[in-house]
């Protein structure tokens, strides 16, 4: 086996990491539609069958049929401002 050669040394792995590298995780999602956020949801089992069916037949990933409803849904979702404003100020505590 070969060696890994660190780019960086031990000492790096306990000291503060530089504010453009993860500390904007309480930013507002909704102005940055293009970064993508990993997260975890539990489905019931047809739904995920369908889902991955449609996926397997649209030949795209499943990630991007799950944005696709999710986009839909919201566009049709009539109330959509007024939800957006009770959740952040629920976020910011008022």
């Known amino acids: 086996m070969a060696k890994k050669r660190f780019t960086s040394s031990f000492e790096d792995i306990f000291t503060k990491q530089p504010a453009s590298q993860g500390e ?13 956020i990993k997260s975890t949801y539990l489905y019931d089992e047809a739904t995920l069958d369908a889902i991955k ?18 986009e839909s849904f919201i566009n049709s979702f009539e109330e959509l401002d007024r939800a957006k404003a009770l959740y952040e100020s629920k976020r910011s505590g008022k």
């Open 24 to 36: 904007d995780k309480g930013t507002n999602q909704y102005a940055s539609a293009n970064r993508k």
């Open 53 to 70: 069916a449609i996926s397997y037949y649209r030949r795209m990933p499943i990630g991007d049929v799950l944005n696709e409803a999710c």
